[in-house]
């Protein structure tokens, strides 16, 4: 406890059996406090063993140990939060501020370790009835594989082989399917989880660059999911056809992080900053889907992943970004004038959820 306050005050405060399966502080000025929507945000700070509980208008309220080089985060309708580290899936309690299991991956990662490249579990998401944690682990030398997770058992019921490094998992509206978005494989693999099948679908739209890879998708209500490269096209996939568009994007930055407005009008894209063919700046994209028009809001540092506040007016953005190790901060950006804060938050954040 004495150690959780120091760091606080530093930064300023059943399907088993089916075939396929290999079994197994900022001070609020009048106007924000006018304008607060209570936002609670859990983050995971990726360069320590915690998950942050972050007031946007307060900063860190509460650290909760989760494990070693805490990656992707999901959160579960029971209120459970399910953490990615580099040493199992973390479940943390939310409401009693505590982690009440550690479930080990159905592969040997290693020893924890941390960094880009750092093996074990990295995007991670629930199925929408709850009843399924699907996880994509990394390995560095040998293939990366989607663990599912029953979420009432906290048991690895069953995995399968997706690509290689597996920076996003997203659950389908139908919670049968999951979307494994890997980012060295250059591609996004549809896994049926009641058939333990996999299916890759290509995600390269400007071909096989250096820095042309997949990163972070937005799935929206009608099942497509979003993927923006490189500030320069935005790819619009149908997981269950295959088939896909483009949309020409313009920032030219590299980009990581997306997230839907509520009113799914708007997609938010993190622009990283300088990459490969991208000269741009770091920056966030408020892209209209119905027209095609942009916006580019200029940041100062690069960030990883953006959520957005439940009435749509604020973007908050973690500085965790992997390729440089980041920042210890938060940013969050007024969707209606623009403006942009800091908000310190611990050992380089990185994935984010708005809690309940």
Known sequence: MIGRRRLLAAVGLSFVGLAGWRWLP????????????NDLIAVTCSRGRHLAIVDPE??????????????????????RAFVATAEGIAVVDVQQRRRVALVPYSVDVGPPRFGEYRPGGMGI??????????VGVYRSGGPS????????????????????????????????HVYSVAHDSYTVT??????????????????????DKPHYAALRGDGALLLPYQGRALQILDPVSGTETTMPLSAQTHQHGVALTPDEGRLLIVGTGPAGGASGGPSLTILDLDTGAEEIVPLARPHEQVAVSRDGRRAFLTGGY???????????????????REVAVPDGPLDIALLP
């Open 145 to 176: 594989t989607l663990d599912v997770v029953d979420a009432a058992r906290l048991a690895v019921v069953g995995s399968v082989t997706v690509g290689v490094r597996p920076f996003q998992v997203v659950a389908a509206h139908d919670s049968r």
């Open 322 to 340: 992997l390729l440089t190790g980041g920042w210890d901060g938060l940013t969050v950006v007024d969707l209606e004038t623009r403006a942009t």
């Open 58 to 79: 307060a900063g860190v309220v509460d650290l909760i140990e989760a494990g070693a080089a805490p990656h992707g985060l999901a959160l579960h309708p029971d209120g």
């Open 26 to 37: 900022t001070s609020a000025s009048a106007t924000d406090a006018s304008r607060r929507s």
């Open 125 to 134: 998401a629930v199925t929408p009835d709850g009843s399924r944690v699907a």
């Open 190 to 211: 549809v896994v049926d989880l009641e058939a333990g099948t996999a299916r890759p679908l290509a995600a390269m739209p400007l071909g096989r660059g250096a820095f």
